[in-house]
Every structure is written in structure tokens, then in C-alpha cells.
């Protein structure tokens, strides 16, 4: 590469010997610039596991192979352990080792070959089940609280069952168990699986089930990610349990199940609940009834006592009543003399009261006929007063009034669009005209107009225009 030396170390041209390892630093330098974290495949060889916890080994194919590092750090966190023989996918950084000047592949992570097109099929079915609404938390069914038949789908031979069959023993021993056999792992595993729901769900033994295996890679645990065994879990009647796996394991029947369990002894912990607790809740419960029951019989024997004091003989009753009706008949007449007494005393003052402020009349009556003359001679001459003005206000009006004006011989002249014409600068020659009389109306066009303003309509014009030739 040209100018490499001058660019790089700062060293003439004339000079252009580096040492090695500033070689090797630049050339790890360009390689890890060059590529970027990627995935390579190949079969494990050589494989070393030295006491600082790293792993060497040679990643090969047919025609090649390379020198690989995993540090501890990664290693602890891969999850299985890496074996001679295997072929594997391997995240990795292309490097150098400057010590020794190896090129080197740098494992960030690995996965068994195959694991990355599994994982993408397994996304395909879970988003498309998702889609048809499989996984609703909706139609998810609550556990029963006190189950008395679990039923358990798994293998006879697998140790996820004896950890389940302990779990439950140690917890819920009153707990009867159903085992529907099957197997867990193979290329039939799926469909014998979905069958042993099916034969749970129509024999309904139980009121809840586990779906349970141990853990192992994703190629363990593929036949649970199989659409026929997330249907069937849907299907099944009753609340279904899945415990597959470890933590960190994740299966299409998880997301299908009405619960997901860790591990197969969680899954038999959530499915019945602890004798021992609900023992100590019952014993609570018992406890508390027994208190409430006694108090609730001292208070009632408390309320019999305090009846039992009020509680008296009839004849006692009927002679304290009789005694009180008495008593209240006494009052009554008492109170009606009372009463009648102080109503005779008020009308007699009423009584008095109307003869002392009646009326006058025979002197009211007198006076009446004196004052009436005296009240008709002004109403007659206010009447009388007002007649002669409503006569001289009716007169004037009568002036005003357009129809008088009409009858002595004038008429109204209105142009075509209804309009009065007052002068005759209003009108063009031709123009249609309508002329109102005290009777009538004529219709006429106009012959000529004249515009000469300094001859008004005269009165003489009128009589000389009324009198015959």
C-alpha cells in the first residue's frame, strides 16, 4: 500500500523498516476495520479448554480452516458445551494475534448449525398464529384453585415427570394424578403429543393440565413449536399448563397455553396449590368463624336478656293502657270546656266589636243625594268640551285627507313601475302612465313632456282647463 510507512508510523521514506509488532498491530488494525461482526460455519476441531476457562479450537470445512479463540466471559454465558466433531454457527471477529502473528476468528457466540433457520421458522408460525388470534390473552382460562385431578402429559421415562410427581406429592399429596404418555423429542413427537391432549380433553379426568419435558437445545424441544400441538392446547377443554424446558426456554405451546410454568416443578406448583397453606388458611378460617359464632351468641343472649326485662304480663299491658286512656279522657273534656268557653267569649267581643264599626247608612244615603248634582253638572260640560274638539280634529283631517282632493278634481299619476310622478322630468315621452281618480283609473302614454319649470300649475289653469269651449 503506498505511502504506508510515511502515513502510518511517521517514518521517512528513505527509512522504511517497522518492526513486527508494529506490522502486526496495523494489520489486525485494517482486519478488524475490514470486517465487521458476521456468522461462519464450520464442523469443530482441535478443541482445547485451557484451566484460565477459555476455549481454542479450529473452525474447518472442506478446503479450509481457521484458528478461533471464545474467551471466558462468552463461554460462560453459551449454555452448552462445545465438542469436537460439532458443526456449528459462530458469531465471530476476524482479527490477528499479534503475539504470534495468527490470523484468528474472535467467538462472540455460537449456536449449533441449523439452530438459525429453526429459530426463523419458528418466528413464521408463532406470527402467524398470533395473527389468527391464537395466543389471545382473552380467551385464556383461569386455573382452578383446588383441582383434585392433575393430568400430566409427558414421557413415562422423562425426569421432568419424577420432578413433577414429587413436587405434587411433597405439596398436594390429596391430589390424584392422570398421566397421559408420550413421547417428547423425534420427528413423531409433535403429532403424539397433540394426540395425548386430544385423549385428556375427551376423557376429561382432570380439571387441569401439564404439558411438561426437561431442557435441551431447541432441536430437543422442536416438536413442542409445532402448530398441531399449539392447536390442540387450545382446544383442550380445560386450563392448560405448559412446563418446557428451562427459564430461558421459549415454545410455541407456551404462548399457546392458558399458563407458562419455568420448569416443570413450577408447573406443578402453580397447578395445585401447598397443603400446608391451605391447612393454615382452613385453621385460620375455622378460628375466626368460631370467633364470630361467639359473639354473635353473646350478643343475641344479651338482646334476650334486655327483652326478656320489657317483657310484661297482657294484664299487666291491657291496665297500663286503660289507666292511660282514662287520663286522656279526662283531658279531652277538660279541654273541651276550655275550648267552648274561650269561643264564647270571642264572639261576644266580636259581637261588639260590629255593632260599635257598622255603618251609617240612612245619613250616608243623604249626603249621597246632595252630591250628585254636583257630579252631573261638570261631566256634562267636560262631554261637551271634548265633542267640539273631536268635531274640529275630524274637520282637519278631513282637509288631509287624499280622497276629498280627488273629489274636487285631482288625480294621481303613476309612472309604469308604480312610482307618483310629481314633476315632468319623471317622464319620457311613450312611457305608459296610470291616472287614479276619486273613481277609477285610466291608463295613457305620454305624448310630450315639458321641462319648462318657471310655469307652475296655476289655479286660473284649472279653472280654464275645466270650463267648456
Known sequence: MPDLDSTITGLPMAMPVIPVSMLNRLARERLEAAFPLCWAAGEVSNLSHATSGHIYFSLKDRAAQVRCVMFRSRAQLLGWRLENGQHIEARVLV???????????NVETARRAGVGNLYEQFLRVKERLERE??????????????????????????????DVLSTLRRRASQVAIVLYPTAVQGDSAASQIAEAIRNASERRECEVLIVCRGGGSIEDLWAFNDEVVARAIRACPMPVISGIGHETDFTIADFA???????PTAAAELAAPERSALVARLAASQFALRRHVEQQINQRGQQLDWLAHRLQHPA?????????????????????????????????DLTRRLLLTRPDSARHAGRLQALAPRLHGPFHQMLHGKSSDLARLASGLAHLNPAAVLARG??????????????????????????FFQKGRADAAVLAVS???????????IASAASPE
Open 95 to 105: 482479527t490477528l494475534y499479534e503475539a504470534r502473528g495468527d490470523f484468528q476468528l
Open 133 to 162: 388470534g391464537l395466543f389471545d390473552s382473552a380467551g385464556k382460562r383461569p386455573l382452578p384453585a383446588f383441582p383434585r385431578r392433575v393430568g400430566i402429559v409427558t414421557s413415562a421415562q422423562a425426569a421432568a415427570l419424577r
Open 257 to 263: 397455553a392458558d399458563q407458562r410454568a419455568p420448569t
Open 316 to 348: 299487666q299491658y291491657l291496665a297500663h293502657h286503660r289507666e292511660g286512656l282514662r287520663n286522656l279522657q279526662r283531658r279531652l273534656g277538660s279541654g273541651l270546656l276550655k275550648a267552648g268557653t274561650r269561643a264564647r267569649t270571642t264572639l261576644a
Open 410 to 435: 285631482y288625480s294621481i299619476v303613476t309612472s309604469a313601475q308604480g312610482q307618483i310622478v310629481s314633476r315632468s322630468t319623471m317622464l319620457e315621452p311613450g312611457e305608459h302612465i296610470a291616472v
Open 451 to 461: 321641462e319648462d319649470d318657471d310655469k307652475p300649475f296655476a289655479g286660473r289653469d
